[in-house]
Nanobody
Framework: QVRLVESGGGSVQAGGSLRLSCAAS????????MAWFRQAPGKQRGGVAT????????YYADSVKGRFTISRDNAKNTVDLQMSTLEPEDTAMYYC??????????????????WGQGTQVTVSS
């Protein structure tokens, strides 16, 4: 059974940093397309960043390019999201996802088979 558990969320002031971590069990992060999504109240869940299975190629939403970095630790079986220069607009519940439905683009929730429960990130101005 695949399980994804996020950690590292919290409250921070604008301009600050947080590092989110997604611990996977029942699967190997190296073998899946892994991603971070976020969802703010009243908004749709949107892709933040992804790291590709195997090659480890990465892609980011335009709104976070240059500020967020996704990485994978195969030994620990985790996927992290380093977030810097945080803005109030980054406030959301952040979710880790794993999947292989490559007929979807990376930022489409339908690409992913498994989801974590989420971790809250709150950025105050």
């Amino acid at each position: 059974q695949v399980r994804l558990v996020e950690s590292g969320g919290g409250s921070v002031q604008a301009g600050g940093s947080l590092r989110l971590s997604c611990a996977a069990s029942g699967t190997t992060v190296r073998d899946y397309y892994m991603a971070w999504f976020r969802q703010a109240p009243g908004k749709q869940r949107g892709g933040v960043a992804t790291i590709y299975a195997g090659s480890g190629g990465t892609y980011y939403a335009d709104s976070v390019k240059g500020r967020f970095t996704i990485s994978r630790d195969n030994a620990k079986n985790t996927v992290d999201l380093q977030m810097s220069t945080l803005e109030p607009e980054d406030t959301a519940m952040y979710y880790c996802a794993a999947g292989w439905r490559t007929n979807y683009i990376w930022s489409a929730p339908g690409r992913y088979n498994y989801w974590g429960q989420g971790t809250q990130v709150t950025v105050s101005s």
